[in-house]
């Protein structure tokens, strides 16, 4: 099935450093959502983008909807021990069909 | 206001076996979603529910079956498991109309032997 492409797959930084991770794909999406996910438990929602362009932040975290409609990133600034997971990019088109997701960024912040 | 919880959290089976995962959407939601997670993989999309009825189906074979209850409350049921059958399932909840987004539960970990 359709899969986003999301990179890196994997950092290792200090913490105090500012994390940038993207996500593409081959067709459009009208909505774009960031979520992390920590061993042994669910997605959690961190950033919903319902327009192009738009770029929204929540904290520490700012993700931008791309121009294009196909992109996304999620900025993370001045990175601390507890911003460890997996971080998985998510697109949809509609309510009443399936969230796509890449395969996910795994971060790890050395104190 | 409770999230989407999810029952058991884990759950060991043999091959051969059948087994029934139960989901409680979030408060105000109506339509559930049901989600496959192999280790190192993200989610892949099974099905989803809505006012009762199957909307959505992903690849998954029919050994996969759902079903929503008057209360948006659902269950995810797969027969004859198989060892490949391991995995955590996630449930997500969603309301129809704006905002599409989907908030997940903490997910029932299955393991088959």
């Known amino acids: 099935g359709q899969q986003l492409n999301q990179s890196p797959q994997s950092m290792f930084i200090q913490e105090g450093e500012d994390v940038s991770m993207n996500c593409t794909s081959s067709?459009?999406?009208?909505?774009w959502l960031w979520y992390k996910q920590e061993p042994g438990e669910g997605p959690v929602l961190l950033i919903a983008?319902?327009?192009?362009?738009e770029l929204t932040s929540n904290g520490r975290l700012t993700a931008q909807f791309g121009i294009t409609r196909k992109d996304s990133f999620l900025n993370i600034s001045a990175s601390i021990p507890s911003d460890v997971g997996i971080y998985f990019c998510?697109?949809?088109?509609?309510?009443?069909?399936?969230?796509?997701f890449g395969k996910g960024t795994r971060l790890s912040v050395i104190a | 206001d409770a999230g989407v919880t999810q029952s058991p959290t884990h759950l060991i089976k043999t091959r051969g076996q059948q087994v029934t995962l139960r989901c409680s959407p979030k408060?105000?939601?109506?339509?559930v979603s049901w989600y496959q997670q192999a280790l190192g993989q993200g989610p892949q999309f099974i099905f989803q529910y809505y006012e009762e009825e199957e909307r959505q189906r992903g690849n998954f074979p029919d050994r996969f079956s759902g079903h929503q209850f008057p209360n948006y409350s659902s269950e995810l049921n797969v027969n004859a498991l198989l060892l490949g059958d391991s995995a955590l399932y996630l449930c997500?909840?969603?309301?129809?109309?704006?905002?599409?987004?989907?908030?997940f539960g903490p997910g029932t970990r299955l393991l088959v032997l």
């Open positions: 998510a697109g949809l088109n509609s309510g009443n069909t399936p969230l796509v």
């Open positions: 997500a909840s969603s309301s129809t109309g704006w905002p599409e987004t989907q908030y």
């Open positions: 408060s105000g939601h109506d339509t």
């Open positions: 983008l319902y327009k192009a362009g």
């Open positions: 067709s459009i999406f009208n909505t």
